[in-house]
């Protein structure tokens, strides 16, 4: 029997290359998405790539009304929710939205689906829950801790609003996936991130610098207790990523609360990523290095052994993969999805 699994921000770039895969594992995929920051092209691109459309919805998790719609008329078994705000120095300038977007949409979520006898969730949390002080590489074991952003803190309250929820109803089944540092694109070149506006994380932001769309790149901070001064974060390719909740998915049959971290293990400072990548795009990238952004750390990276022992899951695309995808993406989409 065909699962059908509801994807919430199944437009967006990781919520998309994750459509991609379930698609292809046989799955049957509603996807939910306000588009405040994807794109409709981005849908049909997942059906050129797959031979096989979603079903889509445009609407908001935090519709209530539309929820119940959405789960009287497909038969879900079971939701990846990957809705919500994602820029950490947008978070530290707009708290309020992040908060309502990221906790009350969840909050909304859960509540429809507790109503509709849906207890099956993953959700797309961070490693920026492990907090400032935690002791780096990141293992699961460690408590949340002080969270340096809204949006750290807001995925750290969802975390705990879904601890206690399973708590209290020990039949949900719960994943939480804390993601690392995304990059990448499909090889395919039809899928890859397509921020609006100035682009909060590096790789687009490098990308559309190479390609000219931006005339050079920021990059906050040279002076950190780092090996160059630059940030050191664990980049892992978005279909690795992606496969992540694939085989997260198994998980769902057993009841209880699951925490997985999904990285590489490997750190990489922001200047190598900037010099690897002049590399791939065969050209300088113009750069200046400013002050530090709020809300970020120096380095962290993860120790995923858990996600492989108890999933059999392994990032394995290299650094160059990563890069090249991002780089035929940029190239092939010089302007994004918008045509």
């Not at 799955?27 to 049909?44: I, P, T, Y």
């Not at 609003?161 to 995304?182: E, G």
Request: hydrophobic share 40%.
């Amino acid at each position: 029997m065909t699962d059908t699994v509801l994807v919430t921000g199944g437009a967006g770039y990781i919520g998309s290359h994750t459509t991609v895969e379930l698609l292809t594992a046989g799955h049957d995929v509603v996807v939910l998405d306000n588009l405040c920051n994807a794109s409709q092209v981005a849908l049909e691109r997942i059906e050129q790539i797959t031979g096989k459309a979603p079903h889509f919805i445009q609407g908001d998790v935090r519709d209530a009304a539309l929820l119940d719609q959405v789960f009287s008329q497909y038969n879900i078994d079971a939701v990846l929710h990957f809705a919500g705000l994602k820029a950490v120095g947008e978070s530290v300038q707009q708290p309020l939205r992040y908060y309502e977007n990221n906790v009350y949409g969840s909050l909304v979520l859960c509540q429809a689906m507790a109503k509709a006898g849906v207890r099956k969730l993953i959700f797309s949390s961070s490693a920026t829950v492990y907090g400032e002080d935690a002791s780096i590489p990141y293992v699961e074991t460690q408590p949340r801790g002080k969270t340096s952003n809204p949006y750290g803190t807001s995925k750290a309250m969802v975390e705990q609003l879904l601890t206690d929820l399973q708590i209290a109803d020990p039949q949900w089944s719960i994943v939480l996936l804390r993601y690392f540092n995304p990059i990448g694109a499909h090889e395919s070149g039809l899928l890859g991130e397509d921020p609006q506006g100035i682009p909060n994380n590096l790789l687009p932001y490098i990308a559309q610098v190479a390609i000219g769309r931006l005339a050079e790149l920021s990059i906050y901070g040279g002076d950190y207790p780092t090996q160059d001064g630059s940030c050191e974060r664990d980049y892992l390719h978005v279909v690795d990523l992606a496969l992540g909740h694939l085989q997260s998915m198994q998980k769902l049959t057993t009841p209880g609360l699951h925490i997985y971290n999904l990285g590489t293990g490997q750190p990489v400072s922001v200047l190598t990523m900037v010099k690897a990548f002049e590399k791939v795009a065969q050209k300088p990238l113009p750069y200046r290095i400013t002050a530090r952004r709020a809300g970020d750390l120096p380095a962290f990276w993860a120790n995923a052994d858990k996600a492989q022992q108890e999933l059999g899951w392994k990032a394995t695309r290299p650094l160059d993969a990563m890069l090249e995808d991002t780089w035929r993406w940029q190239t092939q989409n010089p302007q994004g999805f918008s045509k």
